[in-house]
């Protein structure tokens, strides 16, 4: 436990240390603060946006903020380091500090909001997010946004893009908040793909021999089918016969061309015979069946047969018996 107690005091006082030096070099702008303990010392990097007014005539300023934070915070030998702001309108911390102290001046909070959005997305910012919380216009406290392009919310492109800053704006119905949020204009977030070109390819250049030779066969080419056509068109060429079947007599020959003889033999065609049907048998019956069906011939059956005695016919007499009977 004894090292966790050490990295919670060790964070509060660099907490204690950020607001006293807000408050301090309110006027030069305060943009951040960086502390980096080294074995010379403690290296404390302060970013304003008007390093004059920090360093003071003849570092007297920053004499007496170095013997504060030396005495006050116990900070072992430290040493103040002022940079200036590269683009005031891009850090988050001192756009909320103006935005803080137009509303102390009377600016409406709508108004103030938006011109301060405008004001750095002008400037290339990729995004930006401005909240003002407090009693705005009443006795009951609200919380307004105002925001404009892309911002991260969570994860770890928010932690290493967006930058933020907080001010406090005192007005008589009480304390009204100021957080600003920037997403950095340089930031390549993780579904941002650039694609490379592949790179191209030179291709030789051939020799002047290489080339004229080149020229020679396409020209051989040409000429090779300007022939050819000129043979198709004269008939020059030997025209592919077709093989023609033989037909069978009656059946009709495959269109082609006719040679000598073909014609008479067309004339002279053998006329076709027609079948001749057989009548139909006595005792048979006729049945006619509607198309698409096919006429069938139903045969009626024979009544079966039935065996009748024999009549014993009278023989007639021989002409011999018949002679002998008249001469009697």
């Excluded at 950020?18 to 302060?46: C, H, I, N, W």
């Excluded at 590269?86 to 850090?91: D, G, P, S, T, Y």
């Excluded at 006429?295 to 007499?317: F, G, I, Y």
Aim: charged fraction near 30%; aromatic fraction near 4%.
């Amino acid at each position: 436990m004894a090292s966790e107690r050490k990295f919670v005091t060790e964070n509060i006082r660099r907490v204690l240390l950020k607001e006293y030096l807000m408050s301090r070099v309110g006027r030069a702008g305060f943009g951040g603060l960086d502390v980096q303990r080294t074995p010379m010392g403690t290296r404390v990097t302060l970013i304003t946006e008007r390093p004059g007014l920090v360093i003071g005539r003849r570092g007297e300023a920053i004499k007496s903020l170095t013997q504060a934070i030396e005495h006050d915070f116990n900070f072992n030998n430290p040493q103040i380091e002022v940079q200036e702001v590269e683009n005031a309108n891009l850090n988050a911390q001192i756009m909320a500090e103006k935005l803080a102290n137009a509303l102390e001046r009377g600016w409406h909070f709508r108004r103030a909001g938006h011109s301060t959005v405008r004001r750095i997305m002008d400037n290339g910012a990729r995004g930006c997010q401005v909240i003002i919380s407090g009693k705005l216009t009443g006795q009951r406290h609200r919380t307004e946004k105002f925001k404009e392009g892309h911002i991260k919310y969570c994860g770890q492109a928010k932690l290493n893009f967006m930058h933020q800053g907080f001010a406090a704006a005192k007005l008589k119905p009480g304390i009204i908040g100021v957080t600003v949020q920037i997403m950095d204009r340089d930031a390549k977030l993780p579904d941002e793909i650039s694609i490379i070109p592949p790179p191209a390819v030179e291709t030789p250049v051939a020799a002047p021999e290489m080339a004229a030779a080149a020229a020679k066969a396409e020209e051989k080419k040409a000429e090779e089918a300007v022939a050819e056509l000129k043979k198709t068109v004269e008939g020059e060429s030997p025209a592919k016969v077709k093989r023609v079947r033989k037909k069978k007599d009656g059946e009709p020959l495959a269109p082609g061309p006719a040679g000598p003889g073909e014609e008479e033999k067309k004339a002279v065609r053998k006329p076709r015979k027609k079948k001749e049907v057989a009548p139909p048998a006595e005792g048979t019956a006729i049945v006619a069946v509607e198309p698409p069906a096919q006429a069938m011939v139903v045969k009626e059956q024979p009544a079966p047969l039935v065996v009748t005695p024999e009549k014993k016919e009278d023989k007639k007499p021989e002409p011999a018996d018949e002679k002998k009977e008249e001469a009697q």
